[in-house]
């Protein structure tokens, strides 16, 4: 709506409270018994995640929703199957 795109925040300041709110909330999963790991892929991924969350949302605001999603999915398809194909031997 006009009331989000009115606000003109930075893109890394958007992706730090996105991150905030997921870092606050993952740990409900321990509440259904799920056990308490680390890995190092599990933190490998967690900088992917951030540093294409904050490419997304330049992606939006310089090309538009469409073309960015459009760009975006088909490079995440493209990245899993090549790292199911070489890394997981899938």
């Known amino acids: ?3 989000a ?3 003109d925040v930075d893109p890394l300041v958007f992706q730090t409270y996105k991150t905030a709110m997921c870092l606050a909330t993952c740990w409900m999963v321990l509440l ?3 056990e308490f790991t680390f890995t190092p892929i599990g933190i490998f991924s967690g900088f992917l995640w951030i540093s294409g969350g904050t ?3 330049y992606g939006v605001r310089n090309a ?3 073309i960015s999603v459009g ?4 490079l995440t398809v493209l990245i899993s199957f090549i790292w199911g194909l070489f890394i997981f031997d899938e």
């Open 32 to 34: 259904l018994g799920e």
């Open 1 to 3: 709506g006009r009331a």
């Open 64 to 66: 538009g929703l469409a």
């Open 55 to 57: 490419g997304g949302i």
């Open 71 to 74: 760009i975006w999915s088909g």
């Open 5 to 7: 795109t009115s606000v």
